[in-house]
């Protein structure tokens, strides 16, 4: 939409403009009438921010408009932004709260119940339409959590046949993490235990009853969607978002895109960079906010393995600006729960424990990149940031807040971290 200077032009919800969403299916494939809403943006640089467990459109439009509010008046006089909001499917628990996002109170206590309230089953429907049934019996037997540990069993057959369901998933990645073919009350007892430890659940002893497992069983339904957005976000991103914003810079050459994702977000826009050409120029920076991927991502060699790359080896170049990847200690979700499942997707050598090959980089920044500089918040926002490769900055100092059971993972919205993607995309005063 063009901006000409009346309220209207913001888009519904968003407080600064010219704003439009762009809206993609699980398969990566583009809302037309997005699409053609977001060439019509007039601007020298284009702000492209990719949500991430945010399931509704409402959710989405809120954390944009929180994101982008402090922009206009950071960005320099010859600089017109535009704002995208690119909106794909995924699901947030009510239980994984978003910091000033969620009323006080609104949410349930910590460990309070393994039970899926109504909103929460009726994202779930949308997020695996077709599967009522299933979906049904696991609301039912979370809800009653029965004793036998046939029960436990019998959920994670059904939350299998969940993952089996996400058609993404044969094309992308044709073998089912360990997790769902485990026994299920090894898995839901790990589970458990990382979710005590992070705050979200009673601690589990050795000889408690099956009862005591049912939170693992619920953390197992998560751990489900979250493989499913892991999937859906890299088709998005090669065969959504990075198309439409390749073949948009071909017509306006002139236009600068700043790319910026938080959480699963961060893997759409890290993914678009493989639908750059080489020698394009139209990606100007790269902000990563609590990415939830892979810290070895960008690496040529992995260190424990020196015969392989990471899913992205390498592309930062493509990337006309640094890629700055922003992580805090406080974010639980990738602190304990992203290196456990990792883990537990192809690792023999037990449940528990922290090994650096399941690292996120928004838990510990960008891993095995020569020549990566470490940043605190503080130091990059005084000194700056370098013009090109990849930069990880601890971002613990503003992103700190946050309950269980993922902490301070979806607390992003600062006018620090405005400034670093100002900083990264040379726009500022």
């Known amino acids: ?57 409402s959710t989405s439009t809120r954390l944009f408009d929180r994101f982008f509010a402090p922009f206009p008046e950071l960005v320099g006089a010859g ?24 009323p006080h109170g609104a949410l349930p206590a910590a460990g309070a119940g393994t039970a899926l309230d109504d909103a929460t089953r009726a994202a779930l429907g949308v997020f695996w339409p077709g599967r009522e049934a299933e979906l049904d019996r696991v609301a039912a037997l979370l809800a009653e959590q029965p004793e036998p540990l046939s029960a436990l069993d019998g959920f994670g057959a059904l939350v299998r046949r969940l993952v089996d369901a996400d058609p993404v998933g044969a094309a992308v990645a044709p073998e089912v993490p360990a997790v769902f073919v485990r026994d299920t009350v090894e898995v839901c007892r790990a589970l458990a235990e990382a979710l005590a430890e992070a705050g979200g659940a009673p601690a589990v002893a050795l000889g408690d009853g099956p009862r005591a497992l049912w939170s693992g069983a619920k953390e197992l339904l998560r751990q489900a969607t979250y493989y499913e957005m892991k999937k859906r976000a890299g088709v998005v991103g090669e065969h959504g978002l990075g198309p439409v914003l390749t073949d948009l ?32 120029r139209h990606v100007k920076s790269l902000t990563l906010l609590q990415g939830a991927f892979s810290h070895y991502a960008f690496s040529e060699r992995l260190p424990h393995d020196r015969r392989r790359g990471g899913a992205l080896a390498g592309l930062q170049r493509r990337v006309d600006g640094p890629v700055v990847a922003c992580h805090s200690a406080h974010d639980s979700a990738l602190r304990v729960f992203y290196p456990l499942a990792s883990r537990m997707a192809g690792d023999s050598a037990g449940l528990l424990g922290f090994d650096e090959r399941w690292g996120a980089v928004g838990h510990d920044g960008v891993q095995a990149v020569p020549g990566a500089p470490r940043l605190s918040l503080e130091a990059a926002l005084r000194g700056g940031l370098p013009e090109a490769g990849c930069v990880s900055v601890d971002a613990g100092s503003v992103v700190c807040r946050g309950g269980a059971p993922s902490g301070a993972h979806s607390d992003i919205c600062h006018e620090e971290l405005a400034r670093i993607v100002v900083g990264a995309g040379r726009m500022g005063r």
């Open 249 to 280: 810079a071909g017509r306006r050459p002139a236009l600068r895109v700043h790319l910026v994702g938080h959480s699963f977000g961060a893997r759409v826009v890290s993914f678009s960079l493989r639908a750059v050409p080489d020698g394009a």
């Open 1 to 57: 939409m063009v901006d000409d200077g009346g309220a209207a032009a913001f888009g519904d919800g968003i407080g600064v403009g010219p704003y439009q969403e762009l809206t993609f299916d699980a398969q990566g494939d583009v809302d037309p009438a997005t699409r053609a809403a977001v060439s019509r943006i007039e601007a020298t640089d284009l702000l492209v921010f990719a949500h991430g467990w945010n399931s509704d459109r």
């Open 79 to 102: 600089v017109r932004l535009g704002y995208v909001g690119v909106v794909w499917p995924s699901i947030r628990f009510p239980d994984e709260p978003i910091p000033d996002f969620d």
